[in-house]
């Protein structure tokens, strides 16, 4: 699954797209002819759109419903994780519908890879990710038990310095002012968090704000680290970047996760309570059925629209996107869930935004120059071919 409320769907991969040149076409998604990049305006922009508001929307509906299950007389930690990422089915008609149309179009747009990775390989990568993504979601469920809203989204930009730092040593990112600046910044607000919890242990012990806040954190560096080794994956071991391929991570993981909690639920004894928690849900039976459904739902949701933008534009402008909904959450637990919003969550907010602002200038700034150097080398071959 690729998550949460500003946090883990907040967060994606630094795959390196294959880079077309300009005389390349390009796959139209819609009526999968082949275009040039310039001609593409309109219904890319629209499919972007789209994208975007799958991806905030998702998010930040799914973070609020996890909390009103919590707020509404939901009790089980393995039902809160579950949910994460049981939805994943609603992908399975966009990968019949794109698998056979990119097995076709890419021969004559991207470079393939002459073997295709060993099915034990696939399959020990999956069961892999499938497992550190539930223990990943169970940690999530207790940030989010223990934890208001506004809070736990906030603790959840720790992800982009947890991620920094991964990308540092397993993919060989470099660490610039820039990068440095956005560390420190969102290490102090999770600081100022960790260090003004009064306000917030009005209706829990001091012990399970601290157990949250540990779990909300734990879970952000391991999803960081996921991240990295999905990155680290995609260039070792399946060796392709296509819709599909990304389709098949996100659906096989997901599954891999989902039976995973299906066992704890039964190991913990947590299913016997699952009719009386149903029972005294305040809101009635099928309030309880339609808030986990939803859930599930509106996580996928995240995901197609986190896929989407990876596909139509790069990885790094899925996770800016979904960063964004950072401010969003805390603002909506304030108006849904009367959450404290005093001085310091505030200050916690702008220093995260203001950390989140310098990661991607420095993105940006990469980009640019990865952009110059491709210009300079485009012309350079350009010249050669007139003096031959």
């Known amino acids: ?113 002459p073997t295709k990775p060993k099915l034990s390989s696939l399959a020990f990568v999956y069961l892999t990710f499938g497992l550190l993504l539930t223990g990943d979601n169970l940690m999530y469920s207790y940030g989010l038990l223990y934890l208001p809203v506004s809070t736990y989204s906030l603790l959840c930009a720790t992800q982009l310095a947890f991620n920094a730092l991964f990308s540092f040593f397993l993919n060989s990112q470099k660490f610039t002012p820039f990068i440095l600046n956005s560390l420190v910044l969102l290490t102090v607000s999770a600081s100022l968090l960790a260090v003004h919890s009064d306000s917030d242990t009005t209706k829990i012990s001091r012990a399970k704000y601290v157990i949250g806040f540990l779990c909300t954190l734990g879970a952000s560096a391991t999803y960081s680290l996921y991240l990295s080794l999905v990155q680290l994956s995609f260039e070792k071991v399946i060796k392709r970047e296509t819709f599909s391929a990304v389709l098949d991570m996100q659906i096989y993981t997901s599954f891999v996760a989902t ?55 790069s990885s790094l402008f899925s996770n800016v996107i979904s960063t964004l909904a950072l401010p969003v959450v805390p603002i909506l637990a304030v108006i849904f869930f009367h959450d404290k919003m005093d001085g310091i969550k505030v200050m916690a907010m702008i220093l995260a935004i203001w950390g989140f602002i310098s990661y991607i200038y420095q993105h940006y700034l990469d980009d640019a120059k990865s952009r110059k150097d491709e210009t300079n080398v485009t012309e350079v071959a350009g010249g050669t071919t007139e003096m031959c």
């Open 1 to 113: 699954m690729i998550h949460h409320g500003g946090c883990k769907r907040a967060a994606t991969t630094n795959w390196r797209e294959p880079k077309l040149n300009e005389e390349d076409p390009v796959v139209d998604m819609d009526n999968h002819d082949l275009q040039h990049p310039r001609t593409r305006s309109y219904k890319w922009l629209i499919r972007v759109a789209a994208y975007i508001v799958f991806l905030l929307s998702g998010q930040s509906a799914a973070t609020l419903l996890g909390r009103l299950y919590y707020d509404k007389g939901g009790n089980s930690k393995w039902m809160a994780t579950f949910v994460q990422s049981a939805g994943f089915p609603i992908l399975i008609p966009l990968l019949i519908f794109f698998s056979p149309m990119f097995s076709k179009s890419t021969k004559s747009t991207r470079t393939q890879s």
């Open 259 to 313: 039976c995973s909690c299906v066992v704890g639920l039964f190991a913990s004894g947590e299913w016997r309570k699952l009719g009386d928690e149903m029972k005294v849900y305040e809101e009635g039976r099928v309030s309880y059925l339609m808030t986990l459904i939803w859930t599930a739902l509106t996580w996928q949701i995240s995901s197609v629209g986190l896929l989407g933008l990876i596909f139509e534009v």
